[in-house]
């Protein structure tokens, strides 16, 4: 039977659950995608939030993105929700201002050591020397760079200072300006994994080679979801101290 004219909807009606069933769609399948952003995402999570939190206030920017695409203009939804979930997070971890009074003080007194050894041994410090600079433990190092690779993250204003910042920065995401010069990084950064402590580069493998979740790294190892966001932000520190060695040995 046609429509009547007393069960017949307006065009806007119809077109209104149209775009709200497409709306659900995209947002349906793109949940694996949060669920790979938050999984992965390396932070000093503070002690009134979870990681389970960190999803929800992700979801609430899929939604945005979902609102807000205009695919005329020819940007992959994926790549769109991506920028939309990841900045709703940062965001909110501004707002709540994650990081403690004592943990910004002891990223300021590592990003000092840090300048203070590069003068005194020519190069960046290793983990261990700031360990010993600062009279720490290994461990404490490890929750204080991750602190500081969160704060840069975030884009904290009184967070790590630029140089710091670089060292914290995820080496395989150099912009390939120069394809010959994109190749040869990628070489030293093979080589720079290599010479990693086992742990952690069994976590850079894990990680970037298998594109776990930080939670399966840690069942992996044995340890805490935590944990291995440090073990994470201490492999990246040492690289970034490797590729610069190996960098400034090359053009002397």
Request: aromatic share 6%; hydrophobic share 40%; glycine share 6%.
């Amino acid at each position: 039977m046609g429509k009547t004219a007393e069960n017949a909807m307006p065009d806007w009606q119809v077109q209104g659950e149209a775009q709200a069933q497409e709306r659900e769609k995209i947002v349906l399948e793109h949940v694996p995608l949060l669920r790979h952003i938050v999984g992965r995402m390396c932070f000093d999570i503070p002690g009134g939030l979870e990681r389970d939190d960190l999803f929800g206030i992700g979801m609430l920017g899929l939604l945005a993105a979902a609102d807000a695409w205009e695919p005329e203009r020819g940007l992959q939804f994926s790549t769109f929700a991506y920028r939309k979930i990841r900045g709703a997070i940062l965001d909110e971890l501004r707002r709540v201002d994650f990081l403690p009074r004592g943990r910004r003080e002891k990223v300021r007194a590592l990003d000092a050591a840090v300048a203070r050894l590069e003068h005194e041994l020519g190069i960046p410090p290793s983990p261990e020397d700031l360990a010993r600079e600062l009279d720490v433990t290994p461990e404490e190092v490890d929750e204080v760079l991750l602190s500081a690779a969160s704060a840069s993250q975030v884009s904290l204003e009184d967070g790590p200072s630029d140089s710091l910042r670089a060292m914290l920065s995820d080496p395989s995401c150099a912009d390939p300006v120069e394809s010959a010069e994109f190749a040869e990084m990628k070489a030293l950064l093979a080589d720079a994994i290599a010479d990693l402590p086992e742990q952690e580069q069994t976590v850079i493998t894990l990680y970037y080679g298998e594109e776990l979740y930080l939670k399966e790294i840690g069942e992996i190892l044995g340890v805490t979801e935590s944990r291995a966001s440090q073990i994470h932000s201490r492999a990246i520190f040492r690289l970034n101290r490797t590729l610069t060695a190996l960098t400034d040995s090359a053009e002397s």
